[in-house]
């Protein structure tokens, strides 16, 4: 179990200009409601390159859910960014592929599977917006609010529940 102030959620896609940059502000929104201290969240990609923009479907949808893309950059996955994280949530198969072979072993999941709740760390991947029209990014976003909020409630019972009892 990991103390809550020290834990590290990394969100993983190809180009780290969709989905992994809208699962990291939907993922810091849903920590500070639920008033969660020191929880860092970042976002990588196994095909990014270092300083790139979200996406403009991206950028668009997450004003549209009244969050900012603007200041991100994207950033490779790498060596210290897998080693950085306590827990390492893919969007398909082959970023958790990715991050297992940077030596992730132990803590890489694909979102929809750790969502569900189950033990299986492979599942349906999120379907990638890139490329196409507002629909799709915002059926994406979507997606994903509902993924992270189930994400973050695993979170809280199987790696944070010890700090909220000694706090009793």
């Not at 991206?58 to 603007?70: F, N, Y």
């Not at 509902?146 to 700090?163: I, T, Y």
């Amino acid at each position: 179990m990991i103390d809550q102030a020290n834990f590290r959620l990394l969100l993983v896609c190809t180009g780290n200009t969709c989905r992994s940059p809208m699962a990291q502000v939907i993922a810091r929104r849903s920590v500070e409601r639920r008033g969660w201290d020191g929880v860092e969240i970042r976002s990588a990609g196994v095909s990014a390159y270092r300083g790139g923009e979200a996406s403009e479907g991206a950028r668009v949808v997450a004003e549209w859910g009244e969050l900012s893309l603007a200041e991100h950059m994207t950033t490779p996955l790498d060596p210290e960014s897998v080693a950085w994280a306590s827990l390492i949530l893919t969007m398909g198969p082959r970023h958790a592929d990715a991050a297992e072979a940077l030596g992730g072993h132990g803590k890489v999941w694909m979102l929809t599977a750790f969502s569900d709740g189950g033990e299986d760390t492979r599942g349906p991947g999120v379907r990638d917006p890139f490329g196409g029209d507002a629909e799709d990014y915002l059926e994406c976003f979507r997606a994903l609010e509902g993924l992270v909020e189930a994400a973050l409630g695993r979170v809280e019972a199987d790696f944070l529940a010890p700090r909220k009892e000694a706090a009793q």
